[in-house]
């Protein structure tokens, strides 16, 4: 791990929870025993995204972004898909409206649980 990028990460996160927050559209989508959550990301946001617990798939179905993570930075364009291991969090530029969902295996459908079962807690 890149351990400085990850610190970068951190201290972006913490500029960025002073300013106004963009808005973006979440949707839950549920099948059984998978959990899909996608995100419409508006062109010129940029985002922190939480520190993730699992290992799971994620696709861009739509637009082009930047991503930069511990590993480094990807220029992404869908259709795109790409693996988040266990401990990745990312900054997510929208260089045009993006559609990032990712993958959960669970089978609860309650989003609260799911995310605790997720995402590691941050203190904000």
């Not at 993570?69 to 900054?91: L, N, S």
Request: glycine share 6%; net charge negative.
């Amino acid at each position: 791990m890149n351990v400085a990028l990850q610190s970068n990460i951190y201290k972006v996160q913490d500029v960025m929870l002073s300013m106004p927050q963009a808005e973006t559209e979440l949707t839950h989508h549920f099948a059984d025993g998978i959990y899909a959550r996608e995100l419409l990301i508006p062109a010129g946001v940029c985002l922190v995204g939480a520190l993730h617990k699992t290992n799971h798939l994620f696709v861009v179905s739509q637009g082009e972004c930047v991503a930069v993570t511990h590993e480094g930075k990807e220029e992404i364009k869908a259709p795109y898909m790409g693996q988040t291991q266990p401990g990745m969090k990312r900054v997510i530029y929208a260089i045009t409206d993006t559609v990032w969902t990712t993958f959960h295996v669970t089978e609860e459908t309650d989003v609260a649980k799911i995310a605790e079962q997720i995402l590691e807690p941050e203190a904000v």
